[in-house]
Each structure stands twice: as structure tokens, then as C-alpha cells.
């Protein structure tokens, strides 16, 4: 079954930092990838999908993710975050032919200090 | 257009009781979700449809059924609740066919329940 891991529980940055939240994949098909943002009290907005070409997506918000097949990841980045950010990120993927499910890692929840 | 709408926003429920929760999308998506969200765990799938009348299983279907009778509903029945049911309930709903993945998952606000 396709599961996705985010090693990271909590990430605490500076503001004007840079952000690199971990996401891995395990499956043997071709992946849709993608990382969500979620403010508390609120639902889920997409930030980026990965699903085939150049291996470095850009996203809303100043946000990308490098596609690694070798290391089955997708890792989002930002070079200078802002206290805005502050959130919970999701990592998703979903596979052609998986019934058209997306599997969602347990989170990162983000803290920036000011 | 309104979206995806989860009704209600907040209940209470006693163990043992039952309600279903309704969710409606006015942008004639094929797929919906019922996913739960609690600390620690991310989202959940519990069932999904991939079109009218058609139903499936997702990682935590057990306590819940679902029912597709209409394209743009997605209820969530719980038939006797029980205390680890306690959660944030999310739907969700994408367009269908080959380019499903090209749009996001568009997300309610939320079903807060509560199991005493």
C-alpha cells in the first residue's frame, strides 16, 4: 500500500530563515506528489503538485520542491521564511491506477520565531 | 459558487448515538473523500466515491458508512458512536477522468465532533 512519511513532527525557524520540511513516498509506481497548507482552524490549500518533467516545482507563496525517484522524496523549501508561514504542511501523493486515493503524511507543524 | 460545504461545523455526540454528516459540492466533481484529521496522525481516508452511486473503502472505514446518491452529496453516516471517533472531519472533492490530479483537493471547513 502507498504510504508517505514526514520524519519531522515539529520544525522551529527563524523568521528570514530558510525551511526545508521532509516528505517520503513508498510505492513502486509513478507518483503525483504534493504538499498542503494548513492554518489552524482552517482546511487544506494545495501549495505545489509534482507529476512528471523538470523535478523542481514551484509553488505559491515563494515555496518549491524537488522530485528525487533515487531517494523517493519530496522535500518543500523555502529560502527565507516569514512568520506568515507558520502552519501545518502536509505531504500527499497518489498513483495512476490506486483508485484515484491520496495518502497524506501526519504533518510538520511549523513554528517561526520572530 | 459555494465549493465543498460540510454540514454541521461543530456536534456533540453521547456514545452510542448516531448522525450522518453531509457534505455538497456545487462544482459537479466525479471523486469525493471523507478523510478525519487528529494530532499526531495527519488525514486519514475513511471512504471515498469515485462517482454517483459508487463507494469505497479508505484506510478507516470501520464505524462509519457512506452513501453517493447523488453526484454532488457525500454523506457520512456513524451509525453508534463511540469516543474514538472523536475528530475533525474533512471532505473533499476532485474532478474526474485523466486530469484529476491536475486540480487540488478542494477542501470543507471542517466537522468538529465531539464523543462523550
Known amino acids: 500500500a502507498q504510504s508517505v512519511t514526514q520524519p519531522d513532527i515539529h520544525i522551529t525557524v527563524s523568521e528570514g530563515a530558510s525551511l526545508e520540511l521532509r516528505c517520503n513516498y513508498s510505492y513502486g509506481a509513478t507518483p503525483y506528489l504534493f504538499w498542503y497548507v494548513q492554518s489552524p482552524g482552517q482546511g487544506l490549500q494545495l501549495l505545489l503538485k509534482?507529476?512528471?518533467?523538470?523535478?523542481l516545482v514551484q509553488g505559491i507563496k515563494g515555496f518549491e520542491a524537488e522530485f528525487k525517484r533515487s531517494q523517493s522524496s519530496f522535500n518543500l523549501r523555502k529560502p527565507s521564511v516569514h512568520w506568515s508561514d507558520a502552519a501545518e504542511y502536509f505531504c500527499a501523493v497518489a498513483f495512476t491506477g490506486g483508485g484515484n486515493k491520496l495518502t497524506f503524511g501526519t504533518g510538520t507543524q511549523l513554528k517561526v520565531e520572530l | 459558487n459555494a465549493g465543498v460545504t460540510q454540514t454541521p461545523k461543530f456536534r456533540v455526540l453521547k456514545t452510542g448515538q448516531s448522525m450522518t454528516l453531509l457534505c455538497a459540492q456545487d462544482?459537479?466533481?466525479?471523486?469525493m473523500y471523507w478523510y478525519r484529521q487528529d494530532p499526531g496522525m495527519g488525514l486519514r481516508l475513511i471512504h471515498y466515491?469515485?462517482?454517483?452511486?459508487?463507494?469505497a473503502k479508505g484506510e478507516v472505514p470501520d464505524g462509519y458508512n457512506v452513501s453517493r446518491l447523488k453526484k454532488q452529496n457525500f454523506l457520512l453516516g456513524l451509525e453508534s458512536a463511540a469516543p474514538s471517533q472523536t475528530s475533525v472531519y474533512f471532505c473533499?472533492?476532485?474532478?474526474?477522468?485523466?486530469?484529476?490530479?491536475?486540480?487540488?483537493?478542494?477542501f470543507g471547513n471542517g466537522t468538529r465532533l465531539t464523543v462523550t
Open positions: 509534482y507529476f512528471s518533467g523538470d523535478t
Open positions: 466515491s469515485v462517482g454517483e452511486g459508487t463507494t
Open positions: 462544482m459537479n466533481h466525479e471523486y
Open positions: 473533499a472533492s476532485l474532478p474526474g477522468g485523466l486530469t484529476a490530479y491536475n486540480s487540488p483537493l478542494h
